[in-house]
């Protein structure tokens, strides 16, 4: 404890902040996850009969991989996932921000046409963040994709983290070396943890609003 004691509007000022810092990380994630999961996912290539050929298992004529069904990883199926959360949320805010971008229902085959707009999404959702803060009924929408922007950064680590923030200063080391991510929260929260790690010393921190030590 520092014997600190913060008032009500210090406290709204932090949770706000702390929301557009939290908001603008999520968003800023679209263009690379759905660049990564797009471009790992199988392409649908139609056959005569049967849908795909990428549904059924391959027979590749001799060899070790004889008939194995041949698979993307989940690629294609987060893929699709992704992109129905975002054009799902856009659909609500779009419905209080007329000038919100929209997007196509059904992912983009094209890769490079699926990151365009995702890239175009992300840079007007960061310019409208005040606006959108208004929004509360956008709220359980938002949760469930910033929930999943959480689950396939982990599982797409390869594909990097996109940062606007500049580190900040480590408190240990004074080196301005920290990066910062958000987590799940705890007991399945839908409220995302700040952590930091610094890249100069090592030091971990964790997020506190009264920026004690070894917290954020």
């Known amino acids: 404890m520092t014997g600190y004691e913060v008032d009500a509007d210090e406290q709204a000022a932090y949770e706000y902040q702390r929301w557009v810092t939290s908001y603008v990380w999520h968003t800023d994630q679209l263009p690379l996850l759905i660049e990564t999961t797009s471009t790992l996912a199988l392409p649908s290539i139609g056959v005569s009969r049967g849908g795909s050929a990428f549904d059924r298992p391959q027979v590749t004529g001799g ?35 007329p000038a919100a971008p929209t997007v196509d229902r059904d992912v983009p085959q094209d890769t490079g046409t699926a990151r365009r707009a995702a890239y175009t999404v992300t840079a007007w959702l960061a310019e409208n963040v005040e606006a959108i803060s208004d929004l509360h009924d956008v709220a359980p929408v938002e949760d469930d994709l910033f929930a999943l922007i959480r689950r396939l950064r982990g599982r797409y680590a390869t594909a990097g983290t996109a940062r606007r923030a500049r580190p900040r200063t480590c408190t240990t080391c004074s080196e301005a070396a920290v990066i910062v991510d958000w987590i799940d929260g705890a007991n399945g929260s839908p409220r995302p943890v700040q952590v930091g790690l610094c890249r100069s010393c090592g030091e971990t921190f964790t997020e506190d609003i009264n920026h004690a030590n070894g917290s954020l």
Do not use: F, K, N
């Open 63 to 97: 060899g070790y991989y004889d008939s194995v069904p041949i698979r993307d990883g989940g690629a294609t199926t987060d893929s699709r996932e992704l992109w129905a959360l975002m054009w799902r949320y856009l659909e609500q805010v779009h419905s209080h921000l």
